[in-house]
């Protein structure tokens, strides 16, 4: 899938190491709101229009899953520049690399410029994921990928609502998911989907997530048209193995910056090992020692009492 677009200023594109990068200390904010599968709206609540929207769905959309909202939250740059989170985006595999490396997955996340002077410009937030054998993501969890869209039945409802900053935690993690501070690299790009459009700016995470198998096998399959069956009971393969991922794109001379979040921010935080709940016990064992006694008359310890040459010496 190789979208044609006049521009110089295309995405996706083949990011280089962090050390071929400009260091850079901006970062903007990110903040997302958890969605509700349907969320009730308040008559007096302020934000109400830009909250009412159809139940949550995961739509096949020409062969890229997608799920369209009024806001899933926004995007303040530090120049006070407000977009709002209104699609996400998934492609297998990733479009972006990173120094040649390709990735298994990537998610996007498609903001919308709401200031005065920002209408026509977007802000694409993306994640790649690498799999794992027996990896589990909240966030991937909460789309349902056993029950995925298909070329048959292009839309699914979604039982569990959505909350962006769950795609840094595992099944596992017991802490309350919240947007963790991460590295990315920077760049002037476009959309990677028609139209293309430019006057975008994309964020893309340095650190790929893990992604279990199975859930990368799905989202793979979601896409494949189903084999079919003719009037004999003959089963019909479909030639076409679907991708929804656009090639790399000339750089064109392009800067790309990289935020390091160790460095401005700090290390990540050491999760302890979760305290085991229980106490000790002991269990007094006896214990027998044999001694030698010099002479046949018994030694008078407390106790102790005469046995066999054998017996003391373990032979059978």
Request: net charge positive.
């Amino acid at each position: 899938m190789n979208h044609i677009s006049i521009g110089k200023e295309q995405s996706p594109i083949n990011l280089p190491p962090r050390d071929y990068s400009i260091e850079s200390p901006i970062h903007p904010v990110f903040q997302y709101d958890e969605i509700l599968p349907e969320e009730k709206i308040e008559k007096d609540d302020l934000f109400a229009e830009e909250k009412k929207a159809k139940p949550l769905q995961l739509k096949l959309i020409n062969s890229q899953l997608k799920i369209k909202y009024n806001s899933f939250g926004k995007l303040v740059t530090l120049d006070g520049a407000v977009y709002s989170a209104k699609e996400i985006v998934i492609h297998t595999p990733a479009e972006h690399t990173i120094d040649g490396k390709k990735f298994d997955m990537e998610l996007q996340i498609v903001h919308y410029g709401k200031t005065k002077g920002d209408i026509a410009k977007q802000v694409v937030l993306s994640f790649l994921f690498e799999k794992q054998p027996g990896a589990t993501n909240q966030f991937l969890d909460s789309l349902d990928f056993y029950n995925l869209p298909s070329p048959i039945n292009k839309v699914r409802p979604l039982r569990d609502g959505l909350y962006i900053p769950k795609i840094f935690f595992s099944e596992s993690d017991k802490e309350t998911p919240m947007m963790k501070p991460f590295s990315f690299y920077t760049y002037q790009g476009s959309i990677s989907y028609p139209p293309c459009t430019q006057r975008t700016i994309n964020y893309v995470a340095s650190q790929p997530i893990k992604i279990g198998t199975t859930a990368l096998q799905l989202f793979e399959e979601a896409l494949r048209v189903p084999d079919m069956m003719d009037s004999k009971g003959n089963i019909i393969q479909s030639p076409v193995l679907p991708q929804n991922n656009r090639k790399v794109q000339p750089l064109n001379g392009r800067s790309v910056f990289f935020y390091d979040h160790v460095k401005y921010c700090g290390p990540d935080r050491i999760k302890k090992p979760a305290k085991k709940k229980g106490h000790y016990e002991k269990i007094v064992k006896k214990q027998v020692d044999y001694f030698f006694v010099n002479g046949m008359n018994p030694s008078g310890l407390p106790g102790a009492f005469v046995v066999t040459p054998k017996e003391a010496l373990g032979k059978k």
